[in-house]
């Protein structure tokens, strides 16, 4: 999902080098950038903990083994009906607007950019997060 | 994981945050999945599971 950040990262770069509170424009970036990782990298590893005990429980109650796929289905009927919330409809207007976010969302210096960038890798993560969902079923 | 299920969800992602259309792309994705969905509900063999390909 890194890719799609592009915008908004820059946008921040660009505002940070405006404003020229810091002296390097890329050091605060950075807190933000890294703050947005560090929210995927947590849902990531919950993930994959979440896959291990699926696949443990997988092996102790055949029913499970046995209906994997119809499982799966369901699980995609889920992630489509998440697609049509409202909480999925904002986040996504959020993360479409980077220069709503920043002029609604800005905080100075290193822990204002620090919250932004962890703020901004939850709005994402609520776009994203139950699609995601939809690779148990390949897993 | 499933690279190409992995690839598409990322195409998606990109699509639904970085097109015009974001919304209505979002919509559309909704649709696909609960149909493909409800698909693989009644037969179970429309989903390649891990190890079978895709």
């Known amino acids: ?139 | 994981m499933n690279i190409a299920a992995m690839a598409l969800l990322t195409v998606l992602i990109f699509a639904e945050k970085c097109f015009p259309p974001g919304a209505r792309i979002a919509q559309f994705a909704a649709l696909a999945l609960i149909l493909y969905g409800t698909l693989v509900i009644i037969v179970p063999a429309a989903l390649p599971l891990s190890g079978a390909g895709m």
């Open chain 1, 1 to 139: 999902m890194f890719p799609s950040a592009a915008p908004v990262i820059l946008a921040v770069a660009r505002v940070q080098r405006d404003t020229g509170t810091f002296r390097y424009a890329f050091a605060p970036t950075w807190v933000f950038v890294g703050a947005y990782l560090l929210i995927w990298t947590l849902f990531g590893g919950l993930s994959y903990l979440g896959a291990l005990a699926a696949s443990e429980l997988a092996q102790q109650v055949p029913w499970i083994m046995m209906n994997a796929a119809r499982i799966g289905g369901g699980i995609l009927v889920l992630a489509g009906i998440y697609q049509l919330t409202s909480l999925k409809r904002v986040c996504l207007a959020k993360c479409r607007a980077p220069q709503d976010f920043i002029l609604h969302s800005w905080g100075k210096g290193y822990s204002g950019s620090l919250r932004m960038g962890l703020k901004y890798g939850i709005y994402c993560l609520e776009v994203t997060g139950c699609s995601s969902s939809f690779f148990f079923p390949w897993g």
